[in-house]
């Protein structure tokens, strides 16, 4: 696994292509003015996803992770989504990978706390 989401990248076509190798599994997040604007993912190939978003100049700069597998990109998309929320655009809950099955870990906690012991309403 390759994580650089502590580390900043111009979006620009370019620099996608030199940074990520093509048919990745992975996570982004697009910033304009070093603040989080979007969160995504892609199963299949995330250097043409960014490129894309380069290309109509969607954000300033872009931070992201690759991950061999669908199920544990997902569970990252989840926790920067639920994480960034205030501050993002994103209007949909992140999907789980097609035919995984697979849930928010995020959501199941929430869902967890509001009907467990410490339910304060
Ligand atoms: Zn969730």
Redesign the pocket.
Known sequence: MICTHHRLFKLEPWLVRAVIPQGKIGVYVLYISGKPVYAGRSDEDLRSRLVAHASVKRAEYFGFGLYSDASRAFDIE?AL??ALEPCTTNLI??ASPKGSGRI?????E?RHLKNGPFRTT
């Open positions: 989840c989504f639920h809950h992140p928010c870990v995020v959501c199941t929430i």
